[in-house]
Nanobody, 118 residues
Framework: QVQLVESGGGLVQAGGSLRLSCAASGIIFSINSMGWYRQAPGKQRELVARITSGGSTIYADSVKGRFTISRGNAKNTVNLQMNSLEPEDTAVYYC????????????WGQGTQVTVSS
């Protein structure tokens, strides 16, 4: 059973930084990609950033130049460095992993709250 544990959320002032981390366990196949999504109140969940097993990355236009996704030093981990945070970044952030043992949409973490005050 795949489990994703996120950490690093919290409250920060606009212009500040936060670093999110996600560790996946129970993985017995090679991971295709890992990513971060977010969902603000009243809005749909949206892609923030994704990194493939080959190291290719994709970012939402709204976070380009401010957020950086990277694979962690430990196996099956991913980090999201968030700089120059804006109140519009306030949301619950979810880690997602795409691997054969997960549904087509991937497996999800429980989410971590990020709140940016103005």
């Amino acid at each position: 059973q795949v489990q994703l544990v996120e950490s690093g959320g919290g409250l920060v002032q606009a212009g500040g930084s936060l670093r999110l981390s996600c560790a996946a366990s129970g993985i017995i196949f090679s991971i295709n990609s890992m990513g971060w999504y977010r969902q603000a109140p009243g809005k749909q969940r949206e892609l923030v950033a994704r990194i493939t097993s080959g190291g290719s990355t994709i970012y939402a236009d709204s976070v380009k130049g401010r957020f950086t996704i990277s694979r962690g030093n430990a196996k099956n981990t991913v980090n999201l460095q968030m700089n120059s945070l804006e109140p519009e970044d306030t949301a619950v952030y979810y880690c997602n992993v795409q691997v054969r043992m997960c549904p087509l949409a991937g497996c999800w973490g429980q989410g971590t709250q990020v709140t940016v005050s103005s």
